[in-house]
């Protein structure tokens, strides 16, 4: 979990293109959305796309997908119950 | 008093048909245009509803007597061309003299439809090949200018690209064009084609229904797609009188405005709506209760409707006028949108008609409001607002008075 | 005719040195491989840090410059935005169609689509500026930039609560477009330096280029550059008329040949068009300056930008540098200028400024 929470984190930050940012200055549990990091909806697309075309899982509903990526914490336990080969 | 800006001629080409009969008799029966497309090549297909005009390009070519085949002219084109031709079918060619009329022309994508499925040819080792035709065609002029030459016309003209409002914002522009003295008349309007890089560029927003979608439904999932060509004639009244031309409409107000919230989504408590339709009906002179029907841009996103239905019941009351989107007949034809939408809220005004918010059934959380659910008809309506919101943030509201 | 409408100010991202005042083109960049880009600046002083991340360089290239424009004029918010560009963002418009075809149409990234839409940068200008009114973009080809300053001439005109407006052009060049359009002749086949490519003007075909011009455009006639007498659009420009549309267009202004300081025309070296430049030149005195610019920043949809820019800077400075002027001298004060812009997909503009 700790290998893909750290690994997670680079690719927020590469996909969102975060320039400057490091893995570790993301806390695990730190609201991605709103306060934190301040991301808003097309970064929400932009990380289901991550999501799809690194753990081949797919979110269908925009709100669902709000709910996933809450913070990195919630996004490696969700890429943990439904990654698919 | 100041000569008021009329409506003297109009072509409408959607999923719904051409002929304003034809057209209206899907309207007025709760028919909707929405079917999985036929023409456009793309991979979601089976899985999407939308609005597409129901000619291929090949019918669209023959239809106006254009070789079929590679001839360089783009989807986009032909139905502006269509639409274009029913509107010049009972205008007097002695009045488009050259520089005296303005062709304002709006779409989202230009020759898309075209060039994406080319364009690894454009940038292949190929220096030749039918694909050289449609180099010049990917941009939004591409279009205006084709019409033009189409019909031997040389107008003052003009493209506008401002996503879902641009065709309405033709229109603002055809009047002030007028109004300042600087054309006599002006066509003004928009067209857009079904691509597959629209189709994809809003699949990949998730804000696209499987389903026929649901404007202000609490269960609403998103829009439909679709295309098609509309566009008006306005000139001055008393030109019209002058003339002895049927006078359609009044264009009796307008507002272009930016939401200056987000790139895609509208202010959330409806205040760039709100902002929009105000100042429309001020420029109009008009009090809310004036209003008789509103065509809402009504997409059924999520957030267009919670922020378009908030402004509404903000601006209007708790007892609106009678409003529903038409969206779920035809698509969200997206550049044409603005003008088709004008002239279906004029239609309706003049035959006493609102029509109905297909496919609603459970009102939002967030409103007490609620759309037109049944056709109504027998209704004696003065006035009407139609709203376009697009990307970018530019929101247009356009009011059409009767004649 | 509408009344004239003033610039208080003009900010240009190109391949010249051009962002800074200062610099006024100093020294003179050329290319060899008949591709001009523009010289970006610091991107940062301009826009929201957290906005940037995602944006393509013609959106920080066009947003930087109208902020800039706006810093300039002393204004913190327009009261209306009108933008125009030929071919808007090709880089996202190119990421987003080659990723759909390349991954067959599935999990495709918004951000490409969302800014390849022609007026993201207008939007994102009216966020930045908090800006709720008029905003508009045109996209037609070689008048783009001018219809842009029809338009606020026009409600400048008609709104009296509208005093100043930020209009602004840009457009960009990418490897895939400078492959394309050579395909239909567009460019020269033996490519000379940029700077000398008027120099070819026997040979058909011309150099690619790219950059951004925002101005604010004002109602007052205080702390203005210039006076944007009138802008006239065409398409489908007539050789043979282009004499008489010049001399009308004077006349409509009281003025004569005589009374143009500087011709700045957008000569671009291709043996197509240069008949009609020298047709447009031809009654003028031959003392009478003529500049050219498109050696400086390549052909593209909105280059009168860089003119437009061009005449601001040669009434601040009172002089034209060598590297500008084509013939003709340039010793008289610098009070009319005349621009003639001709785009390859036949458009031509003439406008008329005066100190």
Known sequence: MEDLKLKLKQQIIDSLNLQGMKPEEIDDNAPLFGEGLGLDSIDSLELMVLLERNYGIKIEDAREGRKVLSSVQSMAEYIQQNQKA | MADRIVVTSFGVFSALGLEKEVQMEALTGSRSGLQHPRYLNTVHAPEFLMGEVPMSDSDLADFLGLPVG?????????????????????????????????????????????????????????????????????????????????????????TLSTACSSSANAIILGERLIRQGIVQRAICGGCDAMSRFTVNGFLSLKNVDKEPCKPFDQNRSGLNLGEGAGYLMLERESDAIARGAKIIAVLSGYCNSNDAYHPTAPSPDGAGAYRTMNKALRKAGLEPAQIGYINAHGTATINN????????????????????????????????????????????????????????RIPMEELEITPVQTLQSGLEIKHVLSNSFGFGGNNVSLIFSKA | MMKPVYISSACAITPQFSFNPAEFLQPLVSSSDGKLFAAEPDYRQYINPVAIRRMSRLMKMGISSGMRALELAGIKQPDAIITGTGLG?????????????????ETLNPTYFIQSTYNSVNGWLAMQTKCTGYNQTFVNRGLSLELSLLDAQLLLQEDEDVHNVLVGAFDEMTPDYFIVKGKVDYWKKSIPASKDVLKYSDTPGTIGGEGTAFFVVSDKPENFVCTIAEVQVDLQPDKELIKTMIRELLQRHSMEPTDIDVLVTGMNGDSQWQPFYDEAV???????????????????????GFAFWLATQLFSHQEIPQDVLIKGTSTKSIRNILIINHYILNTVSLSLLRK
């Open chain 3, 282 to 304: 031809s009654d003028f005195p031959d003392s009478t300056a003529v500049a050219g610019f498109k050696h400086l920043t390549g052909e593209y949809p909105t280059a009168a």
């Open chain 3, 89 to 105: 963002s090709m880089t996202d418009m190119e990421h987003f169609l080659k990723d759909m075809i390349r991954l067959n149409e």
């Open chain 2, 70 to 158: 590679e001839n360089g002219y783009t989807r986009t084109t032909l139905l502006a061309l269509v639409a274009m031709r029913e509107l010049l079918k009972d205008v007097d060619k002695s009045l488009l003299a050259d520089h005296q009329f303005a062709f304002i022309n709006a779409n989202t994508v230009g020759g898309m439809c075209s060039v994406e499925n080319m364009y690894m040819d454009f940038i292949g080792e190929e220096s030749e090949g039918p694909f050289t035709k449609y180099i010049d065609t990917l941009d939004c002029a591409e279009s205006t200018q084709n019409v033009a030459s189409y019909f031997g016309l040389k107008p003052w003209m003009a």
């Open chain 2, 305 to 360: 409707d919670a922020a378009e239905g908030l402004a509404i019941q903000r601006l209007f009351g708790a007892n609106p006028p009678l409003f529903s989107s038409t969206k779920p007949y035809t698509g969200h034809t997206l550049a044409a949108a603005g003008a088709i939408e004008a002239i279906f809220s004029i239609w309706g005004m003049n035959d006493g008609l609102a029509y109905p918010n297909l496919n609603f």
